[in-house]
């Protein structure tokens, strides 16, 4: 038979409404008391009911990820931000929903208020570039739905998690340039992602304090996908004079790069030294394995889920917490050739 509430406060010897409060993470029971009835409850294989849990605690306890559809959304990062999202929710008996949303789209607020009133959310979590489209923000202040950010360009009273991107690709290029390489080119990702403008920055940096010029050759638009990496690696070595080294602002693009330097017949590392940036389960099953930056994404994504639990609970205003960035040196770059 199923186990009820009311089980687990006989065997525990509180009342009902204890208990509930316990499911509810309700900051009035002691702390000694709660631990008591979550090992009843695991002891017991205690499921609450969702719709009589969000009945008693006037929540839904459903949270919904919020990303731009003209992304893939089988990508590796959203693949990574969406479990970190998952471990959060599990630790904390919520639901998650994922939701795509066109920026732009003629259906946009109309996907927005179906998202508020048929769902019923208790907050979103966003992916860029939605972090920072002002029609979504203003939409979710109307609506008074509490939302954490992800990568937000305005650090100012967000909530969520951030990295500093712009010193880790900075800290990045200037590997590159003490392995000796000069002409280094750079592959941007989308345009309206804060995550483009800070790897840019930071590639810039590099250059500059190393004395290097930009050079504007040498930089190609991407989309961070592996398509748009292999276009912007075959528009490089079209070039009169072809860069050594080639940092693309994602692993997926620099998965591009391999892809199309080995059709035109050059050898990774020994010809070209290729970089990119995320650490994504895909660079170390690249061949050679890609060096990048560490960015931990699926640990990003439980972040940003647990400030708005932090909120929705009450038990905080929601921090905007700063991750450290890694930088992860394998065998896709060596010396200039």
């Known amino acids: 038979m199923r186990v009820r509430l009311e089980d687990v406060a006989r065997a525990t010897g509180v009342s009902p409404k204890t208990v509930s409060r316990v499911l509810n993470e309700e900051s009035s029971v002691k702390e000694s008391t709660r631990q008591k009835v979550l090992a009843a409850m ?6 609450p009911s969702p719709a009589a849990r969000g009945l008693a605690g006037s929540r839904s306890f459903l949270v919904a ?14 693949a990574e931000v969406q479990d970190g999202v998952l471990d959060a929710c599990d630790a904390h008996r919520y639901s998650m929903m994922a939701c795509p949303l066109r920026m ?3 259906d946009f607020i109309r996907r927005v208020d179906a998202l508020v009133y048929d769902h019923d959310i208790d907050g979103v979590i966003m992916t860029p570039p939605l972090t920072d489209y002002a029609p979504l ?15 937000p360009l305005q650090h100012a009273g967000a909530i969520g998690v951030c990295m500093d991107e712009q010193q880790a690709a900075k800290a990045l290029v200037t590997q ?30 590099a250059l500059v304090a190393a004395g290097l010029p930009v050079d504007p050759q040498y930089v190609v638009q991407g989309e961070f996908t592996f398509g ?7 528009e490089l070595f079209a070039l009169p004079e072809l860069p050594t080294a080639i940092f693309a602002a994602n692993d997926d693009m620099a998965a591009g790069v391999m892809w199309a330097a080995n059709e035109r017949g050059l050898k990774v590392p020994r010809d070209l030294s290729v970089c990119g940036f995320d650490d994504t389960p895909l660079a170390t099953q690249l061949w050679p394995p890609l060096t990048t930056v560490r960015q931990p994404s699926r640990e990003m994504g439980k972040l940003a889920a647990l400030q708005l639990m932090e909120l929705l609970r009450g038990r905080g205003p929601g921090l905007l917490v700063q991750v450290p960035y890694a930088l992860q040196l394998r065998e896709s770059t060596s010396g200039v050739p």
């Open 176 to 205: 590159l340039v003490e392995l000796g390489h000069r002409r280094i080119a750079h592959i941007v990702g989308i345009a309206n992602h804060g995550a483009s403008r800070w790897r840019m920055a930071g590639y810039k940096d």
């Open 104 to 106: 732009r789209g003629k």
């Open 42 to 47: 695991e002891s017991m294989n205690y499921r």
């Open 65 to 78: 990820m919020l990303y731009d559809n003209n992304d893939n959304p089988a990508s590796t990062y959203l």
């Open 137 to 151: 923000l203003d939409r979710l202040k109307e609506h008074g739905v509490p939302h954490s950010s992800i990568s």
């Open 228 to 234: 748009s990496g292999v276009l912007a690696a075959r």
